[in-house]
Nanobody, 121 residues
């Protein structure tokens, strides 16, 4: 069974930084695309950034200048460095990963449980 565990969320003052981590665990053969989404209260989940195994990245417009997605392929872990955070309501960040599980060589596409980010003034 493949699981994603996110960490690094919390509270920070406006202008500060946070680094989120997403570790894929379980019987994994490979981790292909990984990504981060966010969901504000009452809103739909929206893309923040994605990264391929070859480290090709894609960002939503609002994240391009202040967020950086990266990954450690050996650790099956993705990161989201968030700088110059803006004050606002608490937002939940979700990690997603897709790849091949090792037990039966089946495709997995899993979401993490989410980690909350709060930015205060």
């Amino acid at each position: 069974q493949v699981q994603l565990v996110e960490s690094g969320g919390g509270s920070v003052q406006a202008g500060g930084s946070l680094r989120l981590s997403c570790a894929v665990s379980g019987n994994i053969f490979s981790t292909n695309n990984m990504g981060w989404y966010r969901q504000a209260p009452g809103k739909q989940r929206e893309l923040v950034a994605t990264i391929t195994t070859a480290r090709r990245t894609n960002y939503a417009g609002s994240a391009k200048s202040r967020f950086t997605i990266s990954r450690d392929n050996a650790k099956h872990t993705a990161y989201l460095q968030m700088d110059s955070l803006k004050r606002g309501k608490s937002v939940d960040y979700y990690c997603v990963a897709a790849g091949w599980s090792g037990l039966k060589y089946e495709w997995y596409n899993c979401w993490g449980q989410g980690t909350q980010v709060s930015v205060s003034s």
